[in-house]
């Protein structure tokens, strides 16, 4: 009977000993030696820079290897330019429709439809209205146009150079050509080749 | 006693008159005594030294190993020639009683206790070694394998490092259980005696209620030889395992395997000086010159001797195979040793180590505690000095001159080794007065073989018969203290024969250190029959629970009263309850 009332509080102590566990905040630690980094992390706060931020912006009209500014600008005049006269740099080697397809339904799908239509899910949901379709006659988007705006965005759209890379964007607007097609439109891309 | 023969060559190892009684006195005395000015003394400079060594090590684990003075090129200095060091002391204690237990040496009987606690403490200051040269102590468990959440992260079982760990605390086990087995009598002696009831209740505690009966001897016998047999190999592959940190590497001067052997032998070599240093001390200090005599220092300086030839010649063989070999570094590090910048210290381990115990040829020297002392203290910095010039001069100097460099101990590295130091005395001076330090059952199993007196008596050819008898534990006179029994009493002894042997099997009340109990509390026994029981002798509930049938037979040839009442109220059983209830 002792020996079991002594089981009793050792279990009432280790028990105890574990709810101090707070799930609401990062646990204890033992010795954390090398847990926090003494280098700056990417997003890690710093005290000394004004915004708090590790990571900081480049210099204005600074070019990193391995990268070519876009020199259209954001503009209606930019827009047209780039739709009368860009097109994909990439060949027939280098474009991957499945990759395409993929980064369109991961970045794109979601308002603009699987197919293209205009009707992905936030606009099924009626989350927003006004998307519209690749083959709509008004907008007869090309290569160039629809560079032009993953790049800057329009109107509603925002830009989404911070999601795809220079290549990834030719990879999209290729699979954006080809829904166009598919849709019905008047070209094909391989046409417009 | 006829049977016995001993050659009359073997001196005695008791001297003195000695009876029984006068081991338990005489090995009682100071832990049952207070410690003297002496003691205190020599205890506050232990402990200062001690609290020094624990200010070092805490500033060297908060701060850094970087206090020490290791470098990149010597990453093993002071911390491991100290670990060694300590190591093979500690080694001597169990080869006193594990070793000379095989091969039936008598003369380890007074010493074993102390060199088992010397082995203990001398372990535990080597353990802390291990743990304290660590980069990150906190991380010490480690090294064990234990199941974890790295997806259950295992140690290296490769490593002679990993191995120390379980040779060392293996060896520290095994060892500290060898040596409590063996105090279990000594302590029951101590709680016999004890007076104060704060020290009965500690030594009943640490002897484990030995009651010394037949069974539990020929046990503890038994115990004692198979680890005995368990702890001599220990011995042998614990220093073997501490050689291979060394051995085990490509380092010229570490790569050899003649280490394992001259290690141990090193060890033994340095444990019995320090065994020495201490039993000289001892010996005067808790005056037990009669148990520790001059012949037990002799032969430890025999040991000493011949361990230290060994290790001499190991020396001579890493000197004749180093040139031997044709390797150029194996050759160099050998010339560097003896005229590199460490010159000095290669000197003074051979001076120490090769030279100093070849005196002990000459038995005027050996047989001189003067200088067994003085040569087990010279030993014990020899051996200090053979492990640092083995890690030292193999370390600064190898394969790539542009990583020569040297080695300058730091006061933290200095203060560490001196803490440890004032470790070991602090624990071997709390010994000294709480623990029987030399033990009294295995010097009494030699009393008669090996005794002064019991030699002397066999050697003019007359019986041992009765002279084990001392007039302090025999014949006590039962009614010279209280209890007071009437003199009135009717009670006449009907038959001293008969009450002789009752007494002799349920044992002598002594009046000046034990309590009456109140008979009349066992149920059969009445005023009357008390008054009986006091007449005989016999007072204590103790004694009553000795009797068996052949003691309740001659309870009734001596009262002729109640024939066999005491057998059917089983007074035995009901004395053991109310002794029971009474605790």
């Known amino acids: 009977m002792k020996s079991l009332f002594r089981l009793i509080i050792l279990m009432v102590v280790l028990v105890s000993f574990a709810s101090c566990q707070n799930k609401s905040r990062p646990n204890y630690q033992f010795f954390p030696d090398m847990y926090e980094p003494i280098g700056y992390e990417a997003y890690g706060e710093v005290e000394f820079l004004p915004d708090g931020m590790a990571s900081k912006l480049p210099a204005e009209g600074s070019v990193a290897r391995g990268h070519i500014p876009f020199d259209i600008d954001e503009s209606i005049e930019g827009y047209n330019l780039a739709k009368a006269s860009l097109v994909t740099p990439l060949d027939s080697t280098q474009i991957d429709g499945p990759r395409g397809g993929q980064l369109y339904d991961i970045y794109c799908g979601v308002c603009h439809g699987k197919k293209g239509d205009g009707q992905g899910i936030l606009v099924q949901r009626e989350k927003i209205l006004g998307v519209p379709s690749f083959d709509d006659q008004g907008r007869a988007v090309t290569q160039g146009s629809v560079y032009h705006t993953i790049h800057y965005g329009k109107n509603v759209m925002g830009s989404y150079a911070n999601q795809l890379n220079e290549e990834e964007r030719w990879q999209v607007v290729d699979y954006v050509m080809q829904l166009k097609s598919e849709l019905g439109g008047s070209q094909t891309v391989k046409d417009s080749i | ?583």
């Open chain 2, 1 to 583: 006693m006829a049977s016995h023969y001993e050659a009359p060559i073997r001196r005695p190892l008791v001297l003195g008159e000695k009876s029984y009684h006068d081991v338990s006195v005489d090995i009682a005395k100071p832990v049952e005594g207070k410690a003297n000015k002496s003691w205190w003394i020599v205890f506050s400079i232990s402990l200062a030294a001690f609290l020094w060594g624990i200010g070092c090590i805490i500033y060297t684990i908060s701060t850094g190993i970087g206090v020490w003075g290791l470098n990149k090129t010597i990453g093993w200095a002071w911390d491991i020639t100290n670990f060694v060091w300590w190591v093979g002391i500690g080694h001597a204690g169990t080869l006193i009683s594990a070793v000379l237990l095989l091969f039936r040496q008598k003369w380890r009987m007074a010493i074993n206790r102390s060199a088992e606690a010397m082995t203990i403490f001398a372990v535990i200051q080597a353990g802390l070694f291990p743990l304290i040269h660590m980069g990150r102590p906190w991380l010490g468990y480690w090294v064990l394998p234990i199941p974890n959440q790295f997806g259950s992260l295992w140690v290296n079982f490769n490593s002679p490092l990993l191995w120390d760990v379980f040779a060392i605390s293996t060896y520290l086990s095994v060892s500290l259980v060898f040596w409590w087995t063996g105090l279990l009598p000594d302590f029951a002696m101590i709680r016999d005696r004890a007076v104060k009831p704060f020290q009965k209740k500690i030594y009943s505690l640490l002897a484990f209620g030995w009651s010394g009966r037949a069974k539990d001897w020929q046990r503890f016998e038994e115990v004692s030889l198979v680890l005995a047999g368990l702890a001599t190999p220990l011995v042998l592959s614990v220093h073997t395992i501490v050689s291979f940190d060394f051995a085990t590497s490509i380092v010229p001067g570490w790569h050899t395997t003649i280490f394992p052997p001259y290690f141990v032998a090193g060890a033994v070599f340095s444990g019995f000086a320090m065994v020495n240093t201490l039993l000289i001390i001892m010996r005067k200090v808790v005056s037990l010159e009669d148990y520790i005599t001059v012949q037990h220092i002799e032969l430890m300086n025999i040991v000493i001797m011949i361990t230290g030839s060994i290790v001499g010649v190991a020396y001579i063989s890493e000197l004749f195979i180093a040139w031997y070999s044709g390797v150029e570094y194996e050759q160099y590090a050998f010339l560097n040793r003896a005229t590199g910048p460490y010159w000095w210290a290669y000197l003074l381990m051979m001076t120490c180590n090769v030279f100093s115990p070849q005196f002990m040829w000459f038995k005027k020297l050996r047989t001189s505690i003067m200088f067994s002392f003085f040569i087990s203290i010279v030993v014990n910095v020899g051996m200090w000095f053979e492990r640092f010039v083995i890690i030292v001069t193999s370390l600064h100097r190898d394969y790539m001159p542009s990583a020569w460099t040297m080695f300058q101990p730091t006061f933290v590295d200095i203060g560490i080794f001196i803490g440890t130091i004032g470790f070991f005395f602090v624990l071997f001076l709390l010994y000294a007065r709480t623990f029987p330090v030399v033990s009294q059952a295995e010097v009494k199993a030699i009393l008669k073989s090996s005794g002064q007196r019991y030699k002397r008596i066999r050697e003019s050819g007359e019986s041992l018969v009765g002279t084990g008898t001392d007039p302090r534990t025999h014949n006590i006179n039962i009614h010279a203290g209280s209890p007071i029994v009437d003199e009135q009493s009717t009670v006449k002894a009907h038959d001293p024969e008969a009450i002789n042997q009752l007494m002799d099997s349920v044992g002598v009340f002594d009046p000046l250190t034990q309590t009456k109990d109140d008979l009349q509390q066992i149920n059969g026994v009445g005023p009357k029959m008390e008054e009986v029981l006091n007449g005989i002798g016999i007072y204590s509930f103790l004694q009553v629970s000795k009797m068996t049938k052949r003691e309740y037979d001659l309870l009734d040839e001596i009262t002729a009263s109640f024939p066999g009442r005491a057998e059917r109220d089983d007074w035995a059983g009901q004395a053991k309850i109310l002794i029971n209830n009474k605790e």
